[in-house]
């Protein structure tokens, strides 16, 4: 086992992953005191709970006034992503542009002819909160997303606005699918997505197959996310989606192996990648420093100080007929095998997850659960708290400080 360090911070670690750190169960839950393997198995009962909370509640407003000239989800962070999901769940021929949007307040254009998603887990996010406030100013259609009883809850309340109220358990990291559906079941209320409720009830079976998989009892051997978390140790990840919806799933990965195990991360579309950053597989940390590597060395003998690539290839499986997506899934295809290949000839490894699934949420979920539990099992492999991120707390005290005369 490798001796513990502590950093700046007082955080303590181990600068190399220790792969028997994932084979005792017990002692691995012990470093999970705030419980973010559990909260992460619990998203196939966020998906059905935050269905029955969206279903009671009245969203038929939001559609009196007909289509919206255009849609806007507010909120940062996981919270932000909601806005990106249902956009790829609406799918390329979408009538109406949906518009993520990541900061406090929303565009300028905004007025009554739209509609403002404002999405926030703990329901006192300032960027949720200036979204709703603007769009209550400007006549928009609002429905607010959050933690109940909160500030969010008494805005809508305010500006007479739907409000889906979703329990906090777990940072919102780990409750993804408790924000997503409600943002669903609102586009649904506008005619934009068509999510039935046997969509919501396999994509829910989905994460909860996926979680038995990843269960922190299950060894590394069996275990498909800590095969993955491991593969990545010591790595500089970086993670593709051959589609939208895969690119959705990417930057889910990016997100969550920033924040729970502290690695830098470079995660998009592979379409976009093909014109610039995959030069990164001729670089220092790919084909040159694999250049020196000895193919027939044991891995676990490696110098752990040369720090090397591992790429990601998220695959959608191109279900959709082509004429609904905005090129061809032949493209998606032939681009997913050749960055594969070139991987493979630079000596780069490489791992591969295809989705699976018969609708567009259940192939994200797919593409999503895995990789959750994997930033969760890296960041224990490093002795790491994946919960307790110091540099995140942090961050929000020394941005929120008030003027001294006003606080």
């Known amino acids: 086992m490798a001796n513990p360090l502590e950093g700046a911070s007082g955080v303590n670690g181990h600068r190399v992953a220790d792969e028997s750190l994932l084979n005792d169960e017990k002692s691995m839950l012990a470093n999970d005191p705030g419980g973010m393997l559990r909260a992460t198995a619990s998203a196939g009962a966020q998906v059905r709970e935050a269905a029955a909370l969206a279903a009671e509640v009245d969203l038929s407003m939001l559609a009196d006034e007909g289509r919206p000239r255009a849609v806007v989800v507010a909120g940062i962070g996981t919270a932000g992503l909601t806005g990106n999901i249902l956009a790829t769940v609406a ?46 100013r400007r006549g928009a259609r609002l429905v607010a997303i959050g933690n109940p009883d909160s500030e969010l809850e008494a805005m809508a309340q305010r500006a007479r606005a739907p409000f889906i109220g979703v329990p906090r358990r777990a940072p919102a990291r780990a409750t993804l699918w408790g924000l997503v559906v409600p943002v669903l079941f609102a586009g649904r209320a506008l005619g934009l997505v068509n999510v039935t409720e046997a969509d919501i009830a396999e994509t829910a079976t989905r994460l909860d197959a996926d979680a038995e998989r990843c ?77 020196s590597r000895d193919i027939f ?97 942090e961050m929000k005290e020394l941005s929120n400080l008030m003027p001294e005369g006003l606080s």
């Open 91 to 136: 799918g390329p021929r979408c009538p109406v542009p949906i518009i993520g949007h990541r900061s406090a307040g929303i565009p300028g254009w905004v007025g009554a002819a739209d509609v403002v998603i404002a999405v926030s887990a703990s329901g006192r996010s300032p960027e949720a909160l200036a979204a709703a406030e603007a769009a209550a």
């Open 215 to 291: 269960r922190p009892g299950a060894d590394s051997f069996v275990n498909p996310a800590k095969s993955l978390a491991l593969g990545l140790a010591g790595s500089v990840p970086i993670v593709w989606g051959s589609s939208p919806l895969a690119t959705v799933a990417a930057r889910r990965f990016g997100d969550t192996l920033a924040a729970n195990a502290r690695y830098p991360v470079m995660a998009g579309a592979l379409g976009e990648a093909g014109r610039g950053r995959v030069g990164l597989l001729d670089g220092v940390f790919g084909g040159l420093a694999e250049g």
């Open 297 to 393: 060395a044991d891995p676990d003998d490696e110098d752990e100080n040369t720090t090397r690539l591992r790429l990601v290839v998220l695959r959608d499986g191109g279900l959709n007929p082509e004429d609904d997506a905005d090129e061809p899934v032949a493209v998606e295809e032939r681009r997913a095998d050749a960055i594969q290949t070139l991987a493979d000839r630079r000596g780069v490894r490489c791992d591969v997850l295809t989705a699976e699934g018969g609708s567009a949420l259940e192939r994200l979920a797919s593409l999503v659960a895995v990789p959750d539990f994997a930033s969760l099992y890296l960041a224990l492999a490093h002795g790491l708290d994946p919960m307790a991120v110091p540099a995140i707390s």
